[in-house]
């Protein structure tokens, strides 16, 4: 409650005093953490039966003259002595490929490669950019032919008359630059907002005097790069010709590196559109794959284990079954079950068992499938299709002969070519055998690409007390609301914090919002680029058709029809887009490996975004083509030739 006297005072972690010794800072965080309250490990409450279920990470600070290889040398002998020091069989292999990697690493690795791409989309939409206003500070130049003439018959030296245009497109450049940060200024809030839950350094991201710097050090690169050629070329006019003309001649040299800048323009817009293209349609793959359950009308939440004084083991049921009881008499409540983890959730164990059927060898690594604990309607509420035998019933309880059930992945691994059925397992450090009845479908774990996790499931009440999820599967018309379905379960017990109570498909959603994010961003990228590339088509073609007025009066005047100059026309702008297209399907082809691993059920050389982004593009040029061949056919061959 942001009391600042909190030091000292006594507050209750589920149902036990704990005193508050400090205050960490707003902006501490722990990798992949979202935690707001910190214990020392050594008064974390545990048993024979419970320890196991809790991973501890080892974060150590090297030492000035240490290195993570010299530390992950040093690291094997130390779990070779803890390895003897567990309190059941290890094998001999246990620890043998743990290794010290940087904390940064840890942090950010995931997300550099996914950041790479988005950079490197930005990045051709700003080559896209400036090829663009490159492409039409030509065509102003060469409209401006005459005047750059007279001022250089006046006496004005090329140097002059470069600082003139680049000090315009410096005006230009500076005025962008300016409107670009103010935008970002009030897109970022947005931006923030919207970017995914567990994104690292999120907290840090800020238009700060780096990124104030590194916008003006791009806009003077893109003068640099950009507006220098441009001034250069017009600077140096041909007196003779510019001051005959009427200033719309221009220099075809100047028309022509327009043109290629636009073909440049064209493939760089060609590759990021099948880029983003590739990434929407994966994306696209991916919400057509089977999960295994259902998530349709199924609400879920976190169940923290009560902190029962004492007999947890014989209590702990009793609490939970109490739950059931209680959320499944509420209205619109279909079915209501319990889960130790759920589906694209936390709490998964992954546990070493031993195979009645195939023993592991002395020194051998033993299997380590997952371990779920559920209530007996858990696999038809999430709608888990049974393949074979049982599923557990309210026959199986404690004191009663241990069973499992094993989804499809599990039976073909632990019994290659056998029926699982009446097969035994057990866990390496307990002697009881638990003896499977049923096989189910086998249901995506954490990742929508990997393939599924071998899994067991045990009925919970058999088991050691472990913090449950709770899932209730509700009628859409008259579901309960979250504040009643709060109120029930604080009616259990009110000791037990309940956080969230969401839509389960919202844990499926959040394992892709970053595949969803990176896919909307480039969307966006792609859509940008198409319509810069459309404008600079049009400069391109407007220019040209400015330059060859008089030519296209005297081809009126000599006979030409206005279908044949708008065709004309047309075919000049098509030809660019063609050539652009071109070069840029062998830079996209050349490129797609580079991609490969965001795909999921794509080939980077998908067919159908190879042939329809072509189309689409050369349909933009052809758009952006139309109105200059239009004002181009609508000449007037008189006034054209009066004009000259």
Not at 218 to 237: D, E, H, N, T, Y
Not at 271 to 292: E, K, M, N, P
């Amino acid at each position: 409650g942001q009391d600042s006297g909190v030091v000292g005072r006594s507050i209750s972690l589920n149902g036990l005093p704990h005193i508050v010794i400090g205050v960490m800072s707003a902006d501490f965080r722990l990798p992949d953490m979202d935690a707001a309250l910190f214990i020392p490990v050594r008064a974390v409450r545990g048993s024979a039966d419970y320890w196991w279920t809790t991973y501890l990470r080892l974060i150590a600070r090297l030492k000035p003259d240490a290195s993570p290889p010299s530390a992950t040398t040093e690291l094997a002998l130390l779990l070779d002595r803890a390895r003897s020091a567990f309190p059941y069989r290890m094998p001999d292999t246990w620890g043998a490929g743990a290794t010290v990697t940087r904390l940064q690493e840890t942090v950010v690795g995931g997300s550099r490669s996914a950041l790479l791409l988005k950079m490197g989309a930005v990045a051709l939409v700003l080559l896209v950019a400036c090829a663009n206003v490159a492409t039409l500070y030509m065509g102003r130049a060469a409209t401006r032919a005459r005047e750059l003439a007279v001022r250089s018959a006046l006496g004005a030296g090329r140097g002059r008359i470069v600082r003139l245009l680049i000090t315009e497109c410096t005006v230009v450049a500076a005025l962008g630059t300016a409107a670009g940060l103010a935008l970002a200024a009030v897109a970022l809030r947005v931006m923030v907002a919207v970017i995914p839950a567990g994104t690292p350094r999120v907290s840090e991201i800020a238009l700060d005097a780096r990124v104030i710097g590194f916008g003006i050090v791009l806009m003077l690169a893109s003068i640099v790069l950009f507006g220098l050629g441009p001034s250069l070329r017009a600077a140096k006019p041909d007196l003779s010709s510019a001051i005959k003309g009427d200033g719309a001649s221009g220099r075809p040299t100047a028309l022509r590196s327009a043109s290629l800048l636009v073909v440049g323009q064209m493939a760089l817009v060609v590759v990021l559109v099948i880029g983003a293209g590739l990434i929407t349609r994966s994306v696209w793959q991916l919400r057509q794959v089977t999960l295994g359950f259902r998530t349709e009308q199924v609400l879920t939440t976190e169940l923290p284990l009560p902190s029962f004084a004492t007999d947890t083991v014989s209590r702990a049921p009793i609490y939970f079954a109490d739950v059931l009881e209680r959320t499944q008499a509420l209205p619109g409540v279909q079915q209501a079950a319990l889960s130790s983890s759920a589906p694209f959730g936390d709490g998964v164990v992954f546990a070493a068992m031993e195979v009645e059927a195939h023993p592991t060898p002395a020194g051998g690594v033993a299997p380590t499938p997952a371990v779920v604990a559920v209530s007996d309607d858990y696999f038809s509420a999430l709608d888990v299709p049974l393949v074979a035998g049982r599923l557990p019933s309210s026959s199986d309880r404690a004191g009663t002969q241990r069973v499992g059930v094993v989804d499809e992945a599990a039976a073909r691994t632990l019994w290659p070519n056998e029926d699982p059925i009446g097969q035994r397992i057990r866990y390496v450090w307990n002697q009881d055998w638990i003896t499977i009845v049923g096989v189910v479908g086998n249901v995506k774990r954490n990742d929508l690409t990997a393939e599924p996790v071998a899994s067991v499931y045990v009925p919970f009440v058999q088991g050691a007390p472990r913090e449950m999820r709770l899932f209730l599967r509700v009628d859409e018309q008259m579901a309960p609301s979250v504040a009643v379905i709060r109120e029930t379960l604080q009616a259990a017990d009110r000791t037990v914090p309940i956080e969230r109570i969401e839509p389960l498909d919202n844990l499926v959603i959040g394992s892709t919002a970053q595949t969803n994010f990176a896919a909307g961003l480039l969307a966006v990228f792609a859509l940008i680029a198409l319509l810069l590339g459309g404008v600079g088509v049009y400069g391109v073609m407007s220019a040209s058709v400015n330059r060859r007025t008089r030519e296209l009066g005297v081809r009126m005047a000599l006979g030409a029809q206005r279908a044949q100059v708008l065709r004309m026309v047309l075919q000049h702008g098509l030809r660019l887009a063609i050539a652009g297209v071109m070069l840029g399907l062998a830079l996209a082809v050349a490129g797609a490996r580079l991609i490969e691993r965001f795909l999921y059920g794509v080939s980077p050389f998908d067919a159908f975004i190879f042939v329809s982004v072509p189309v689409v593009l050369v349909a933009t040029a052809v758009i952006a083509t139309f109105m200059p061949a239009l004002r181009a056919s609508r000449v007037t061959p008189m006034i054209a030739i009066r004009g000259e």
